[in-house]
């Protein structure tokens, strides 16, 4: 079965305009990503973020889709599999650690990737959890400390949203 789902990347002021947040920065970073379950069982992930600097930028589905106190609402990396952080195509990794996107000198990062490990459907579906860009490189689990082992020490979010199911539109 065809499933297809949606994620918009907006800041902290675009994702919860309230009074408390004002005083925090704006990025100015915006996206959308899409997701699309393919017939050999990968999820073939692709989508655009604009406002970025440039260069490479962390991105990771993490566990909670609550963006009641924006970021800091998210939680970790997803992890139903309690593995330790690494890359997007390491074997070692979270669910979540979809590696880096990078962005041209304009801060447009576009970019197409299949996942074997993110799902659409089931126990370990990412539908209804939140995506998030960081603001540094993700080391991809290979910096040599605590951190890089459960962040990749990409550890400030930039943008972010929860992913949810889109239309299927029949062929």
Request: proline share 3%; hydrophobic share 35%.
């Amino acid at each position: 079965m065809e499933i297809k789902a949606v994620c918009v990347l907006k800041d902290e002021h675009d994702v919860y305009p309230h009074p408390h947040n004002l005083q925090d920065p704006v990025s100015g970073v915006a996206g959308t990503i899409a997701f699309e379950s393919q017939k050999n069982g990968t999820v073939l992930i692709k989508g655009i973020i604009t406002g970025l600097t440039h260069g490479k930028h962390g991105l990771h589905v993490c566990a909670f889709g609550n963006l009641f106190n924006g970021y800091h609402s998210i939680g970790p990396h997803f992890n139903p599999r309690k593995k330790t952080h690494g890359g997007q195509q390491d074997e070692e990794r979270h669910v979540g650690d979809l590696g880096n996107v990078e962005a041209n000198e304009e801060g447009v990062a576009e970019f197409q990737v299949e996942d074997h490990l993110v799902s659409l459907s089931g126990t370990e579906s990412i539908i209804g959890r939140a995506v998030v860009i960081r603001a540094e490189e993700d080391d991809l689990g290979k910096g040599g400390n605590e951190e890089s082992l459960i962040t990749g020490n990409a550890t400030t979010g930039l943008a972010w949203g929860v992913i949810g199911i889109a239309e299927v539109v029949a062929k």
